[in-house]
């Protein structure tokens, strides 16, 4: 991680009253740029910080106690439409925190805000013209600076890091009735679907692992959205069990939900996605596979950790906080690429390598049942 030798000084930000914070990715990103909405909070307690992100990406901040406006910007907006928001936040701000490096992340930051602070690409030849609209600039790094603390690095000239870092998950809201009726005290969430193809656990994997917890007596909660791709997911799985002893409440609770179910949990399972990294900061138990992706950049964020890396790149099993995270033995973990052909859809060799015995044994341990 590299910032501008020349950041400027703490007194450029002594009244601060508006902040803007660019979020402008998926949902777990969205997630993790709590900590740094919360040490602009610590730093200037009177002002009003508000979030901009694509339009069904803010979820994850709905009822936060932070966060006075969301900003939605819609899904897959083209220029013509980004356009129209530019006047709405014209020069509304004091400061703004740009947490992605693309163009139009830092277009609206220069557009919201005189003082800037953004995220740059590494490549040289598209991170300079974005260098000339901010004032302190932190360069992406791919390879070890995690992503939560990569964000709070946006406000270093402003701010000292904190002793301790937590991903704050959504607030709370009540369950349907239906769902809190046969809800058992400490259920065990299983989290089948991932966006993309190459962060899949396979599902005769998850079966194993679903039949064996049922077999013990746990009921199991599947938890997803109501997309296609998700349900057809969850669909090879559904029929393992009966309700309410294997409850499917996918595509039926809003992310406040969700996190009243993990907070819930006796143990949380799932693969590299962005309900992994909500589990993580609900304090759930969890136990997560991960593949290609390199976990020091991604891995879920315990609660409580220091400002420091939680995770290596690569080791058959790392343990930090409530969080078990397994990887394959193979010599390419992790290599960072979108799967073996390095595309969302392709296979990812290391995924397939772990097997559900090694997942089981994990969550019988942390369920204090016998092996």
Known sequence: MAVTPASPGRDTAANIQRILVVATRQIGDVLLTTPLIEAAHRRWPEAHIDVLGFGGTLGMLRGNRLVHELIEVPPGSKWRQARSLLPRIWRRYDLALVTQASDRAHLYGWVAAPLRSGLLPQ???????????VQHAVTINDDH???????????????????????????????????SAVLTEAPVVVHVPSMWRYKQWPMAEFSKLIRVLLARGHQV?????????????IAEVRHLGASPELLDVSGRLNLNQVSTLLRRAALYVGPDTSITHLAAACGTPMVTVFGPT??????????GEPPAVPWQRAAPRQAAGRVILLQAEQECVACGRAGCDDNRESRSACLEAVQAQRVIDECLRLLGDRP
Do not use: C, F, H, Y
Not at 123 to 133: P, T
Not at 152 to 164: F, G, H, I, N, Y
């Open 123 to 133: 490549r040289k030849s598209i991170a300079w013209w974005k260098r000339l609209l």
């Open 294 to 303: 390199n976990p020091m950049r991604w891995g879920p964020w315990p609660q």
């Open 221 to 233: 909660v599947l938890t997803g959205t109501k997309a296609e791709a998700d349900q057809s997911q």
């Open 145 to 179: 600076t995690p992503t939560v603390l990569e964000k709070l690095s946006l406000l270093d000239p402003w701010a000292d890091r904190p002793s301790q870092v937590d991903v704050m998950a959504p607030a709370d809201e009540a369950l349907p009735a239906d769902i």
